[in-house]
């Protein structure tokens, strides 16, 4: 009963980002966002509905790494694709700017909501924040070596430093200090809600996801 379900939507999902990866450049920002989130909202109904109905808890947990990877490969194509290639979410800037000095944009951008009701500050200012939320749940995943507070701070730190040095040097984007401190904030928020979420159901998932 549950392929019934599942699989159609595992279909769904391919299909929706077949359509993003197809028509991206005549789509806006808001639109491909609404995309990638309805996607990953099937996916993660999909994988749940394989997860919950697994045999036994053997098979549930081969399936859950399975769908795990898949998850990261798709997380990782996606932040190239936002970070390094065009037309992905914004047309790139033809001058590329450097900011050095911490919390300067994100003023500007505080400003702009304020004063001139700039809804794509408020953009950038979100999707700064959660385009490496993702990093807090993945990372202490993969190693429990990640859930170390300083070691995923650390972490998450060179990974953000790395896409944002990327950037500029193969001239799509700018080299700002304040998204790298946004990129972190959002990473680090959703690492602390991991954290908190596994600590209160950490009974409830070692038994749920013991080996049989």
């Known amino acids: 009963m ?3 379900i ?10 929706v980002n077949y359509y993003w990866l197809s028509n ?4 806006d920002i808001y639109k491909q966002i609404m995309i990638v989130i309805f996607s990953i909202s099937i996916y993660f109904l999909a994988s749940t509905i394989e997860i919950f109905y697994a045999k ?3 098979i549930r947990i081969i399936i859950t790494k399975i769908l795990f990877a898949f998850l990261i490969a798709y997380y990782t194509l996606f932040i190239f694709a936002v970070l390094l290639f065009s037309d992905f979410f ?3 800037q033809n001058q590329y700017y450097v900011n050095k000095v911490p919390f300067l944009t994100i003023r500007n951008f505080f400003h702009n909501m304020k004063n001139q009701n700039d809804l794509r500050a408020f953009a950038n200012l979100v999707g700064n924040a959660i385009l490496f939320a993702p990093l807090g749940l993945f990372l202490p995943l993969i190693h429990k070596i990640f859930r170390n507070s ?7 730190t060179g990974i953000v430093s790395t896409m ?5 040097y193969f001239n799509v984007g700018s080299a700002d200090v304040d998204d790298i401190i946004l990129n972190v904030l959002g990473a680090m928020i959703v690492f602390y809600i991991v954290k ?3 600590f209160v159901s950490k009974d409830k998932l070692e038994l749920y996801f013991k080996e049989d």
């Open 150 to 156: 300083f070691v995923f701070i650390f972490i998450t």
């Open 24 to 27: 991206h450049s005549s789509m």
């Open 196 to 198: 908190f979420i596994f």
């Open 6 to 15: 599942s699989i159609p939507l595992f279909a769904l999902f391919i299909f």
């Open 90 to 92: 914004f047309a790139r």
């Open 164 to 168: 944002e040095f990327l950037q500029y």
């Open 56 to 58: 036994n808890n053997h």
């Open 2 to 4: 549950k392929r019934l």
